[in-house]
């Protein structure tokens, strides 16, 4: 395949979005389905950029909610390709809150979407390899055949033994 | 713990939807994130139906999206709770669309959400326990453990040795 | 006509939604407009699963809102179709919250809607006929022909002398 | 009661709106329930213009939907109330849209709401009699308590032989 | 040109909005941004109704906002033409809110937006010339000019000794 | 005043979004409103991060819409701020398009807001002074001046001859 690799870096999407009060829920926190749904968009427009194909969503790995957004607080999202397959995007998305008085900012969230490409008629397309640069883009990147490994277990596509990177989690 | 046993049926939330023009990307189709929203409102309406508490989003454990979603098309989404643990619940969300023409339906999508209760300032709080019925509320009831295991491990909250209902899966 | 009879069952449609900040008037209850459109919503989804064509809300024959509906409630829609005309529907939604603590459900709306089946140019086009199977719905079947032919009168569109069905309210 | 009379005209509400894509069904003409939302909102201005309270949406009365609206179009609702009760308020909405070209606008729907005034614990409260100017105002004035019999009838809170102004209907 | 002349009061549009949580910021004032939104729509519809044509947006040239708008509270925009030149038209909008109590009226907006008319695929066509009728409407119109020569100034289109209107408005 | 100095660049807001079927017209471009809605809450949130404290929206200096921006296009903004007054601050906002298949970006619009810092009960309340960095930023720091006093004269609140930074825009 000819596509010319691309870094993490030159696809990264920053998203800012300001809770208001319909993305709330009764105790005035932001709705888990709200924090789904801008990180689709963002770690969608990642994607795009990488490969510069229509994509969809494929799937959603993993997504872990430590703490509540509050209403009015300004949410920023940052996705960031971690590895690119024949077809598929792995994208990670880092989510930040910062606070009103001090500026300081904390990380909150942590996701994992996953991505396709596709043409005009929905047919899956190749897309360009991707180039870890930093540390922790080494280490998502490796990480992500692993966690590929494991859907295709969970979706019954690929036997157990044969997921030489998942066991090595287990025997290390 | 004195807290009435339910079952799968008493909490389960139907939810349907019409796909609107701003529901869709640029091929017509539904996009992730709006289902992924309507999924957790879905899962969140059954969760709450079973504890009688506020509830919040914890995770979303796996999502995939295997077909396109069209235009006008009809989304049923069924959503049952699967298990539930001290203070937390797993919501198994079944999506349905349905042709036009003959009104036939075909199952689209499956996902599961976890979700704690919490009081009124957000301290979680016991939720009554779960009594599956069906072979599939029972089968799903089973994997949550699995499941639950492998989302500690990955959080590095448990060791993969005392993960014992998840390496049956890869020593069966 | 050839069409083969359904039953209301058959095309049920339910929705279910709760009810966010946005919603609400400055008493913090439901605002009428929004619960006029996901009624709207739900007996379209139920006519247009009755005859699998696109339909059009043709009237509404009546709706009372007799409680406040509060922030925050779970609100589900039951529509079903109450008789089938040439090529109109007659659609009954009943409305119901449920106590947040109890679960415990209350009938607080219910409204009539009447829908047209129409061809890609929108011209009508004929749909099934109707089988009430319940006593409820045996009951709405018989009281749809009073109600259409009172909205015929009100747009000068018959007799009052011909009203048999409506008369005999007056003189029974 | 001593509130001070008003006229239709003093608390008539004009709103205006652009049909927009995600306001329009797969034929590309608004929705029904779109439209339900826009007059209720024109109508509850027009009643809290005329009290100065908080109103809620008591019923629809009657609404027909004659003809498509277009995807674009420009849309425009004129409220006025028809005539003050107690404490409630029938407001009539004449819905109008315009040729793009020529501008020519032409009836498209007319609709009856009825409000009631309330107090911050949400308790009825009285209104302002009207007092009808034009000869349309005057008749829609004389009709309004037709139409209340017939819902107080349909209601079960009449027996027909007291709805004196509805008889006269049948056997004028 | 023989384009038909027009009033500005031909072309009025005339929209009422009320402030619902989702418009407000933390403060539960109606934020600037939706403002802006909707005083759009409103100079949109007075330029259409202007010249028949699909109009877009081509600046906002001056907007303050004077004071703060409450949730709950109803919002009344008036927007008028008030200059055309070629194929673009100057829209002013001035926006009132009314006591909850009294319904006595307060201005507390005054915008100018500058649409220009175009054909279908996107290329400025002749809009109809405005003739002013009341003072107020005249002196906006003779203002038009000025506002003008000061965008091209601005935008380096136009060399500031050429600008005699606005140069007066210094040296009167 | 005592509040520590701060760069255009510690504030700066990235916001970027898809265009979806209902932000646009009906040539299919995004509609001037719901951009200007965008750069609010873009510019917004710029202000908030200087200041820490609640903004408000006082005035659009100045926006225009140069080139139509397509349906499924993803839109960039980049805010920073240009001056800080005593209790006010203008923002820049640059946005900036990319093409779907190069991914080269191309800048379509350019806007001034300004912003006012308030307290809890919504006074003004002073923000610390910017300090320009780049060249870019020096230049639009000077400009900062001579719009303001623009702004003033054109509402009357200052004399055209205290002018002097604009008047060297007529006699340099």
């Keep these: 395949m000819s596509l010319k690799p691309k870094t993490p870096q030159e696809s990264m999407a920053v998203l800012t979005e300001i809770v208001l009060p319909n993305d709330t829920n009764t105790l005035g926190n932001l709705m888990g389905g709200r924090l789904l749904h801008w990180m689709d968009i963002a770690s969608a427009i990642a994607a795009h950029r990488h490969c510069g ?14 703490q509540p957004i509050k209403l009015g607080e300004i ?32 990380k909150c969230n942590e996701a994992i979407y996953t991505f396709v490409a596709v043409d005009q008629v929905g047919n899956p397309i190749n897309v360009p390899p991707l180039v870890p640069e930093t540390d922790e883009e080494q280490k998502r990147f490796t990480g992500a055949l692993r966690r590929r490994q494991l859907s295709l277990i969970l979706a019954g596509k690929m036997r157990p033994d044969d997921a030489t990177e998942l066991k090595a989690l287990f025997f290390k």
């Design 53 to 66: 194909r229509v994509v969809v969503t494929a799937s959603v790995n993993n997504v872990s909610f430590n």
């Design 75 to 106: 949410v920023t999202m940052h996705a960031k390709i971690s590895r690119a397959f024949t077809s598929s995007m792995e994208v990670f998305i880092d989510v930040w809150i910062e606070n009103n008085q001090t500026g300081e900012k904390k």
